[in-house]
């Protein structure tokens, strides 16, 4: 994709910016016709020549200054005077030299240009420059379009790219999001063949919205269906309408829809359209008619005015859907909803190998051992596992990636680089060692856990002093009771370990505790997996996408019974983590003694100890 060329752009907008300067230059010249020297004025005292004549013999004179009009001087209280009338007096010179007064005699009258520069352009260059620096600062805070925008109307500042056979991106160039580029394919083939949906009297939705969590790419497919349709593509950021000045939002997304319409073929893409799209609120604001609603029913407009069989399509992204006003939404504007998800191991796979593809790789790289261990990762957080194995190769002085860097890669993002300033005593490496053990042997000993793939005890930059990573073996879409209990037995294995073997307990455990806290109240609250209170839901989630933060829905009394139930959950799994360990033992012991000595160990180093028979 390439930008249109700006420079034309740039000089139209820099025309109402020299009226604008004009006009300012304008009023201050008028300012200094008819004010300023009215105040200068007051400041001199107005004599006449007798008078001059009496202060100097009487010796009240400092300094004398002759013109040919007129004379001006200072008495000995530095009060300024000025004659109106010189009479043909010969003898003055001799008359200050008498008198001994220091005086000058100017022969000549100011010439044009001297009398411009001293009384027009000097005493307000400094304000001119003043002007121009405030101006600059206002326009960018206000962004593109700035002082201009506010006085003319605002420009939409929406980017232009034109299809380039080099950087144009196409669905090829889009891994892991088979089913929403199955979707906007047909938005794709309309644009190449508009007739074909014409003759059979169907009409192409005039918009989509691309709905998912960050960085899944919903930006990228955006692209790549102008690619494909090879058509220009507008595209801006929703915040990007949002101005100071109420109407500036409504007269971007008019500029927005006219440039559209001009450039028919094309599509429109806005981003983060939550930030003006938001549900409307009558108690918003002075009466709900704020710049952020009126630019929101501006849209809804535009949206309604312009005719799809142009080939204007209009896409959107967004993370956050239920925040969405439901006029948006509705046939007509938003017709379709295209789901972003994070992508399942298949299509981890295939994004980590299509990124593969820029950098140079060993033979023995396996990307289904890292799309294993990478479940929930967004595709931009896959692209970054490759660049960091990347860097981390040239790092240790490889000329190619290799398995290990891709592993530490993932180490690297899931839980930060090594602390290698992080220095342990001996005693809590010790119990590290303990804690990291107690997690992979309760979940080794149970039946619906996640088999091992690394143990360490290194510490991290994300605050982790050693973690325990376990990798499935494929996408599960549905988790039992029994797994979920599992997962909550696993995570307070750590804590276990540290009771059965130290006695105590330390602060190592604060992120187990709050995940299997998590899990324990969704179990009671949001999967009906709890006998007393059945299939109510008790909790509802904001922000699918952006964490899924939970509120409670039910009285005191029953928040108080929910809180009941969570902790016997969690006590309950507690004490069956405590009693694995205690029938392992021996175990425990003798892996966590392994793992102090190398602080890192293999999964598979992991079970060969386990399952090996004592002696």
């Known amino acids: 994709m390439q930008q249109s060329d700006p420079n034309q752009d740039k000089r139209r907008k820099q025309k109402p910016f020299l009226v604008s300067y004009g006009l300012v230059i304008l009023i201050m010249l008028l300012l200094n016709t008819f004010l300023f020297p009215s105040i200068l004025k007051s400041q001199v005292q107005e004599v006449d020549y007798g008078t001059f004549i009496s202060m100097l013999e009487k010796n009240q004179l400092k300094v004398v200054q002759l013109e040919d009009e007129q004379i001006y001087f200072i008495d000995n209280e530095d009060r300024l005077y000025q004659t109106n009338a010189i009479p043909q007096d010969y003898a003055i010179v001799e008359r200050l030299e008498t008198a001994g007064v220091s005086f000058d005699r100017i022969y000549r009258k100011q010439g044009v240009l001297e009398y411009l520069l001293t009384n027009w352009i000097l005493p307000f260059l400094p304000l001119i420059l003043l002007a121009t620096w405030f101006s600059r600062r206002i ?5 593109e379009g700035g002082m201009n925008a506010m006085m003319f109307g605002g420009k939409s500042g929406a980017k232009e790219y034109v299809l380039d056979d080099k950087t144009g991106i196409r669905f090829n160039d ?28 169907a009409k192409m939705p005039k918009g989509a919205l691309l709905v998912g969590p960050p960085g899944t790419g919903k930006t990228l497919l955006a692209r790549a269906v102008a690619g494909e349709a090879e058509v220009p593509f507008f595209s801006i950021a929703g915040s990007e309408f949002v101005e100071m000045f109420v109407g500036m939002g409504a007269s971007k997304v008019r500029d927005l829809f006219k440039q559209a319409g001009e450039k028919a073929p094309c599509i429109v893409f806005i981003d983060e359209i939550d930030t003006i799209g938001k ?3 009558s108690g918003s604001g002075f009466g709900g008619n704020d710049e952020r609603e009126q630019t929101l029913n501006q849209l809804l407009t535009e949206m309604d005015g312009f005719d799809a069989a142009k080939g204007v399509v209009i896409l959107a992204a967004t993370n956050r859907p239920e925040s969405l006003d439901p006029a948006l939404l509705r046939p007509g504007r938003f017709d379709r909803r295209i789901p972003v998800e994070l992508p399942d191991l298949a299509g981890r796979e295939a994004i980590l190998r299509l990124h593969g593809r820029k950098v140079k790789l060993d033979s023995g790289c396996d990307f289904n051992v890292v799309a294993r261990m990478t479940p929930g990762a967004s595709g931009a957080e896959l692209a970054n596992i490759v660049n960091e194995a990347a860097l981390g190769a040239v790092r240790h002085g490889r000329k190619v990636v290799t398995q290990p860097d891709l592993q530490e890669a993932v ?8 602390k290698k300033n992080a220095i342990l005593s001996e005693k809590e490496k010790c119990i590290v060692a303990y804690h990291e053990v107690g997690h992979a042997l309760v979940a080794a000993l149970q039946h619906h856990s996640a088999p091992v793939q690394k143990i360490t005890i290194v510490p991290r930059t994300s605050g982790a002093l050693g973690f325990t990573m376990q990798v499935e073996d494929g996408d599960h879409a549905l988790l039992s009771r029994e797994e979920l209990l599992d997962k909550i037995a696993t995570f307070t294995g750590g804590r276990a370990a540290e009771e059965l073997v130290f006695g105590s307990v330390t602060t190592g455990a604060s992120n187990d505790i709050e995940q299997a806290t998590k899990l324990a109240r ?11 209170f059945d299939m109510v839901a008790l909790e509802t989630v904001n922000g699918a996408y952006l964490g899924g933060d939970a509120s409670l829905t039910c009285s005191e009394t029953t928040a108080a019974a929910v809180d009941a139930k969570v902790v016997e959950l969690v006590k309950a799994q507690h004490a069956k983590a405590y009693a694995l360990l205690a029938e392992n033992r021996r175990k425990l012991d003798e892996i966590s003694q392994y793992l102090y000595e190398k602080e890192t160990i293999t999964g598979q180093e992991f079970m060969e100890i386990l399952d090996r028979k004592e002696a």
């Open 139 to 143: 326009t960018k805070q206000m962004g």
């Open 174 to 201: 889009v891994a892991g999001q088979e089913e929403a580029k199955e979707s906007l394919q047909e938005i794709v083939e309309f644009l190449h063949d508009p007739k074909k949906y014409e003759e059979i009297g």
């Open 522 to 532: 969704a179990m009671v609250t949001r999967y009906g997996m709890s006998e007393d």
């Open 411 to 418: 180490d690297t993002i899931l839980a930060g680089a090594q």
């Open 279 to 281: 549900k409307r609120d």
